[in-house]
């Protein structure tokens, strides 16, 4: 099964700072990668799919990138309503799996 | 707007079974895909299981294959998950989540709140 390996697992920045999560896949998935937020207690809302399409409503501060099998989220201009922790998931094919979350935290 | 409701969570005995519904409404359920994911105590999210919008496919993580029954009721616009032979590692809480188009390969664009499930003797 493909792997996806989230980096880093955690980081702290400042609001107005520039943000970068990396994800990165054991073979090759296509742009077949999403991006997920989930805020302290919150249920996960999907940010990113097909790499770097933003869903309905995100801000436009979000952006995914691909190169490869790297993709990057990057989160321009930190907001303290961006604390939470990020997952990415693979999805071209079964098992749909996760990485393993970057949790964001405003220093 | 789309509604995601999850119930049958609870405690229950290593071995034993329990099986999940997850009620819907807002959208043609017939035209998505649906899934399951989980997501244990303090830790990260796991995919589970996913159907086909057609319901021709079934797809299974590794860790409940042969365990874990997805399947759903079109008229009820429901969506379950049998799981048997419950093990200590299962607890979590079961989140149901459409998919964001009818095919087994999408990503989950609407979650429900959970519900929880607590194997242990």
């Known amino acids: 099964d493909i792997q996806m390996t989230q980096s880093p697992s955690s980081l702290s920045a400042s609001v107005g700072d520039r943000v970068t999560i990396t994800c990165r896949a054991s073979?090759?998935?296509?742009?077949?990668l999403a991006w997920y937020q989930q805020k302290p207690g919150k249920v996960p809302k999907l940010l990113i799919y097909v790499a770097s399409t933003l869903q309905s409503g995100v801000p436009s501060r979000f952006r995914g990138t691909r190169s490869g099998t790297d993709f990057t989220l990057t989160i321009t201009n930190l907001q303290p309503e961006d604390v939470g922790t990020y997952y990415c998931?693979?999805?071209?094919?079964?098992?749909?799996?996760f990485g393993g979350g970057t949790t964001v935290e405003i220093k | 707007q789309v509604t995601l409701v999850e119930s049958g969570g609870g405690l229950v005995p290593p071995g034993r079974s329990l099986r999940l519904t997850c009620a819907t409404s807002g959208f043609t359920f017939m035209t998505y895909a649906m899934h399951w994911a989980r997501q244990a105590p303090g830790k990260g999210l796991e995919w589970v299981a996913v159907l086909s919008s057609d319901g021709r496919e079934t797809f299974y993580a590794d860790s409940v294959k042969g365990r874990f029954t997805i399947s759903r009721d079109t008229s009820k616009n429901a969506l379950y998950l049998q799981m048997d032979s419950l093990r200590p590692d299962d607890t979590a809480l079961y989140h149901c989540?459409?998919?964001?188009?009818?095919?087994?390969?999408?990503?989950?664009?609407?979650w429900g709140q959970g519900t929880l499930v607590s194997v242990s003797s």
């Open positions: 989540v459409r998919g964001g188009s009818p095919f087994s390969s999408s990503p989950g664009d609407n």
């Open positions: 073979q090759v998935i296509g742009d077949y």
């Open positions: 998931q693979k999805y071209n094919s079964a098992p749909l799996t």
